[in-house]
């Protein structure tokens, strides 16, 4: 399944409810301990504070959601949210991605959670295993998502330009064209809005009479 198509599956996590009186903390088989659920909860909040907190019974919603799909699809929906991970693994061991302190310690947060075996929902469980892995990245991502694009513009960029020099000169050489890119962008874009020189009618230079 190609990414537009996978990226249009979206976690429904706005459709689902809380439910009352009565709330499922079973997920099929599974009891979604409310240790677990909790611990999932405060890992949430590090990594990004203004993130909802997630009930037993949402869990257990998404899951139904995600079994009434047709697996190839609820297998590429979980695919593509762990695939996020991926710039985090790299630009950890990347010596010349300097990370802030704060932002080195989330993404390992995240990346231990999603190599922990037995968390909210053991990874053995069939198709169910990772979904509490894919949810944490989704409702996470927005404290990653521009490092992880700078990342992968800078290693484009080293790719294509082969910069020379140290860790920091090869970072600065990286800025240097970003910056300068952002420049003529916002140059090309002024000179759209202005007028076109040749926009008024010419006077005319000879009169016949």
């Not at 991970?85 to 790299?90: F, K, M």
């Not at 960029?157 to 090869?170: D, I, K, L, N, V």
């Amino acid at each position: 399944m190609n990414t537009a198509a996978t990226e249009s599956i979206r976690l429904p996590l706005d459709a689902i409810p809380e439910r009352s009186p009565s709330r499922r903390q079973h997920l099929g088989e599974l009891l979604l301990a409310p240790e677990a659920l909790f611990r999932f909860n405060s890992l949430l909040a590090r990594l990004r504070p203004e993130a909802p907190k997630v009930s037993a019974d949402q869990v257990a919603t998404l899951g139904r959601w995600l079994q009434a799909l047709p697996p190839s699809q609820a297998e590429a929906v979980l695919r593509e949210r762990l695939s996020r991970a991926e710039p985090l693994r790299r630009m950890l061991a990347d010596g010349d991605w300097d990370l802030d302190p704060a932002m080195r310690e989330r993404s390992n947060l995240l990346l231990d959670y999603l190599q922990e075996v037995h968390d909210l929902i053991p990874d053995d469980l069939p198709l169910l295993g990772q979904l509490d892995d894919a949810l944490l990245v989704e409702l996470a991502w927005d404290s990653f998502a521009a490092e992880a694009a700078d990342y992968e513009h800078f290693c484009q960029f080293r790719a294509e330009q082969r910069p020379r020099g140290t860790p920091a000169e090869r970072r600065l050489a990286w800025e240097t064209a970003v910056l300068a890119e952002a420049a003529l962008l916002q140059q090309r874009r002024e000179l759209r809005a202005r007028p076109y020189i040749g926009s008024e009618p010419l006077q005319p230079m000879i009169h016949v009479s």
